[in-house]
């Protein structure tokens, strides 16, 4: 199985886009080497700007587009995207729902050597909590293109959260459509709802279930918000016992927003595989993942104890 970095394939699907829409524009804050807004750059110098250093105005400035009619993508790394520039994004940007496009990469602990201070663990949740703010999280590079282009044709504000780790590409693509999550394998004793790059470790781990007598439905929730809540309770109903994983703080991200979903309605087990309010450290990316648990190994064996 190939392997690319999400943050590749926005660069790519971005560059694709911009060929087909020119309303299509892309800022960054003297990341696009980073980001791969490069790529777009080096297609369409006329139609790329660089903010410097200062995420708030970038996105100032990509409200400002959007209120003239174009469709701005604006990048840099999700700890100063989502967290530095905060408030402009709530206020310039969603609250006048305006058709702004924020892809932040470098989410996670897997960006790991820039450490704790880089490493984003809260955006999804900072996302999740404004008002109309659609919230994506693509698994694969596959998937990456199809929420680029997704992201483009619908109206208002989407928060697109991308990795800088390369992670496998499925060798079947999936149908993509915002709220509608994939059932990527079915089973009847544990359902997993994965989203990013945990997505391939929760498949990695249900095949190691497996063969300990374990059946584990894995479903791939690209989309966190609005969250496919009919899969959510139809499978939960199914298997009896539930599982998030993200690459995210147990904290507001893809295991509350599905424990929500099920508060009242479902009666089932519930664990969530995830950051355990912790900040990232500085290490390789794979070491790193390894020691927050959320390797497919170490998650096969936190669902086998939970199910057992």
Known sequence: ?????????????????????????????????????????????????????????????????????????CSTFAMFGAGRAYEQVRNSIAYPRLNVKLAMTHAGVSVGEDGGSHQCVEDLALMRAIPGMTVICPADANETRRAVFAAAEMEGPVYLRLARLASPVFEEEQPFEIGKANVLREGTDVAVFATGLMVSESLAAAQLLEEQGVSAAVINVHTIKPLDEACVTEYA????????????????????????????????????????????????????????GLTAPQIAESIRAFVK
């Open 1 to 73: 199985m190939s392997e690319k970095a999400t943050r590749a394939a926005y660069g790519e699907a971005l560059a694709e886009l911009g060929a087909v829409n020119d309303r299509v524009v892309a800022l960054d804050a003297d990341l696009a080497h980073a980001t791969m807004t490069v790529t777009f750059k080096n297609a369409f110098p006329d139609r790329h700007f660089n903010a410097g250093i200062a995420e708030a105005n970038m996105t100032g400035m990509a409200a400002g587009m959007a209120a003239m009619g174009l469709v701005p993508f």
């Open 237 to 292: 109903k199914k298997c009896g016992r539930v599982v998030t994983v993200e690459e995210h703080s147990v904290i507001g991200g893809l295991g509350d927003a599905v424990a929500e979903a099920l508060m009242g309605k479902v009666a089932c087990g519930f664990q969530k595989i995830g950051v355990q309010d912790r900040f990232g450290q500085s290490g390789k990316a794979k070491e790193v993942l390894k020691e927050y």
